[in-house]
Structure formats: structure tokens, C-alpha cells
């Protein structure tokens, strides 16, 4: 951050996004602190934040990285080693994933053949559905491997969307691999589980422009700044959904982390 398991996907389901009454919410507390955290906290040994780090002496909740900091996990990018640990460590835990678009992303060695098949589906011309395609994979492969290691049954997912991924020049084939993230895992959760996008209104603009991405339940904005400034960026939506959360920077005895304020 700012820093071989089959889904049962219904052929033809891959419709492009979702009705808003669809969207399941988030259930975080206002005015309640959580914190984020994934592969960089590994260790040896394992760090998760302990209750005195939390500016209300409590955690209330936890958003955990699948990945290893790359879109897709694969044996050169593995997914993150102590997820489980992280994840059962967590109160209310969520789960983010790393995102991105590259051409080469829509070859065999990324793109599932399932999400092909399902890209048929898809309204758009061949590229837009192969970034669809794109985003479908990268969802099918962390949803996979994040219950590989016991994460199941999430309050909710996150994905990341930072410009410092790989990303096009045409916001919309960016458009499409979200969106494929977003549907594939609306089509692969409870209906009462929500997906929601990490960014900033100048990083989300600069991926995606002006476009749309359906599906979505809101917001957590990405800041860098402390605790009790959090809440003044409760107001900077930049998808124009409800923001939910603000990322700040904490510490805890010279161990840096990412502390979250649910608004």
C-alpha cells in the first residue's frame, strides 16, 4: 500500500457491473480506528498492531494485503507469506488486493481461461474485454489464494489502485480490469459483502479519468498524514461514493505501520 481452486463463475453472469441497490455496505463505526497491513509486516516475527497502538486504546477492525505488492501472485510474485497469521490476528479483518494493466497481463500465463470465456459477456470491443479479462483473474487468483491460507469469509474487499502499478494510457481498458475485479468478486461473495476502492482522487483520475466503475461501495482514501488529521479527508471521495475509511501514519515503539479511520 502507500506504501488450484475453482470459483463457480456463471458463464454469461459477466455483464458489466452491478445495480446499486446490489452493493452490499461496509460496517465500520464512525469515529472507530482499525489499521492495514500484509507482506511487509511478515517479519520474522509476525507484527500486528497491539490494542495500546490504537488511539483509542482498541482496535476495531483490520483490512489484510493478499498479494505480495504485484497484481497477480504467481511463483515469481508469490502472494503474502503470513496472511493467515494477519488475517486471524485481526478483529472484523477485510481484505485489500494489489491492481494494475499491462498488455502483457492478457496473455495465458495471467489471463485465466475462464475470465476469457466469461469476457465474451462483456459489453466492449476485444481489447476492453481482455482487460476485463485481466481484472477477473487477478480477482479469481487472490479470492484462491487468500482462502488457501484461511482468509475466508471477509468483512469486505478493498482493492488498490495506485498509480505506481502498471497501468495503460487508455483509461479505459483501466476501467474494464477494475470493473473485472469489482464483478468477480460481487459474483463470487455473499451478496451483503462489499468491494470498495484504496486511492487517491489525484491517483483514481490519473488510472481512470472520468470513467464509472460500477459496484462500488465507497471509498478509502490513502493519506500519509497523522491520527488526528485523519478525519478532516472524510469529505474527499474521488469515485463520488461514500468514504468509509482514511489511512494515516502511526507507529508503535519505532515500528512504522498504517493506522485507518472509519468515518
Known sequence: MFHRLKFALPVGA?????LPNQVGAFAYTSATYGYDISYPQCGPPVFIPPSLASPSQAWNFGVIGVDGGWPFISTLHPGNGCLGQEYQGTVSPALYINTGYATV?????HTTTQCATLSHSV???SSQRKAWAVGCSEASKSMAYAASQGATYPSGWWLDVETANSWSNNTALNQYTIQGLVDTIHQNSPPSVPVGIYSTA?????VVGSRKVTGVAGDWVATAVP??????????SFTGDRVWLVQYAANYQGTSFDGDYAC
Open 14 to 18: 459477466a455483464i458489466f457491473g452491478l
Open 105 to 109: 497481463y492478457t496473455d495465458a500465463n
Open 123 to 125: 459489453n466492449g470491443n
Open 202 to 206: 489525484g491517483q483514481w483520475a490519473g
Open 227 to 236: 491520527a488526528q488529521q485523519a478525519p478532516a479527508y472524510c469529505s474527499q
